[in-house]
Nanobody, 124 residues
Framework: QVQLVESGGGLVQAGGSLRLSCAAS????????MGWFRQAPGKEREFVAA????????YYAESVKGRFTISRDNAKNTVYLQMNSLKPEDTAVYYC?????????????????WGQGTQVTVSS
């Protein structure tokens, strides 16, 4: 079992930055591929970014490439999402997820564990 707790969301103006954190319980955090997803009101959940177990491989949605950076600190059981140059269309609830896989996982359906989400609101 893995429990995930996101933090770092909030209200920011367009062009600003936020860093989301996702703290994981359990001793096997380094065995999990991690991902960030988001869901805006009235829209389906969408993939944002993912990172493999070691942090050596990452993958991003086209809409955030060049603006967001996913990273992880296995010693702290934490994965991060640094979000720069935020846009109003980035407004959503952001979720982290964990999957026991060595590769980067993009499909939400493959993830085994999910956090409760943190709200990010970008004002224009």
């Amino acid at each position: 079992q893995v429990q995930l707790v996101e933090s770092g969301g909030g209200l920011v103006q367009a062009g600003g930055s936020l860093r989301l954190s996702c703290a994981a319980s359990g001793r096997t955090f380094s065995s999990y591929s991690m991902g960030w997803f988001r869901q805006a009101p009235g829209k389906e959940r969408e993939f944002v970014a993912a990172i493999n177990w070691s942090g050596s491989r990452t993958y991003y949605a086209e809409s955030v490439k060049g603006r967001f950076t996913i990273s992880r600190d296995n010693a702290k059981n934490t994965v991060y999402l640094q979000m720069n140059s935020l846009k109003p269309e980035d407004t959503a609830v952001y979720y982290c997820a964990a999957d026991m896989a060595t590769r980067v996982v993009v499909a939400g359906a493959e993830y085994d564990y999910w956090g409760q989400g943190t709200q990010v609101t970008v004002s224009s």
